[in-house]
């Protein structure tokens, strides 16, 4: 079954502490990125890749770090979480090149952060 | 900076038909995208708009006005299940860089 996975699904943690999530796509996927869901503020785009180590900022990196050093994994670390960064989580894929067919992006089920 | 504006909220009864629109900030504007979220759920993908028209897939379809600036969703026949928050999403200039709505929240009643 065609899926972005994503791990854990929920998260509790402490100021400070590092802490990743996974990402993992089984499409083939060049096109991975991360989102944070915020109530009143829709989805926010963190990083994406365009595909295996290459990585860009999107609107809100701020606290954040990416990888791609494969194709199918694209983890999201946050190496000294803060309060602010509680919030609901999505990782998505798509395929690349640009085209019509290819607009679609598969989300993950996403996580739920909480920072204490 | 790059922003979309949608409705908030929208209230409908079931059966009927309902429209949700979207404007959004022209400079190097690619395509509008359509995504349904219920609640504790992931963002799905429903349409997507490059050019100016119409896209109909089953109950659903959606509308772009590139010289508007504008796009809607169109859903007929309304059930209870199409409760749920509606995302348009676009991307400019070619880049990945994509940009959501807030979301419009659609309450049906019965």
């Known amino acids: 079954e065609a899926q972005v996975t994503q791990n854990p699904r929920y998260l509790i943690t402490v100021t400070g502490k590092k802490l990743t999530v996974t990402c993992s796509q089984n499409?083939?996927?060049?096109?991975m990125s991360w989102y944070r869901q915020d109530p009143g503020l829709g989805l926010r785009q963190i990083y994406y890749?365009?595909?295996?180590?290459?990585?860009d900022k999107g609107d809100v990196p701020e606290g954040y770090k990416v990888s791609r050093k494969e194709k199918r994994n694209f983890p999201l670390i946050l190496e000294s979480p803060s309060p602010n960064q509680t919030s609901l989580y999505f990782c998505?894929?798509?395929?690349?090149?640009?085209?019509?067919?290819?607009?679609?992006?598969?989300f993950g089920s996403g996580t739920q952060l909480s920072v204490l | 900076g790059q922003s979309l504006e949608q409705p908030s909220e929208v209230t409908a009864v079931e059966g009927a038909i309902v429209q949700i629109n979207c404007t959004y900030q022209?400079?190097?504007?690619?395509?509008l995208s359509w995504y349904q979220q219920h609640d504790g759920g992931a963002p799905t993908f429903l349409s997507y708009n490059a050019l100016d028209g119409l896209e109909e897939t089953g109950r659903f379809s959606s509308f772009l006005s590139r010289s508007d600036s504008y796009g809607y969703l169109l859903l007929q026949e309304l059930q209870m299940k199409d409760s749920a928050s509606y995302f348009c999403?676009?991307?400019?200039?070619?880049?990945?860089?994509?940009?959501f709505g807030k979301g419009t929240r659609l309450h049906i009643l019965p």
């Open positions: 499409m083939n996927h060049e096109y």
């Open positions: 999403a676009v991307r400019w200039n070619r880049d990945d860089k994509i940009i």
């Open positions: 022209t400079s190097g504007f690619y395509g």
């Open positions: 890749s365009m595909n295996v180590e290459v990585t």
């Open positions: 998505a894929s798509r395929q690349s090149p640009f085209g019509q067919l290819n607009e679609k992006l598969f």
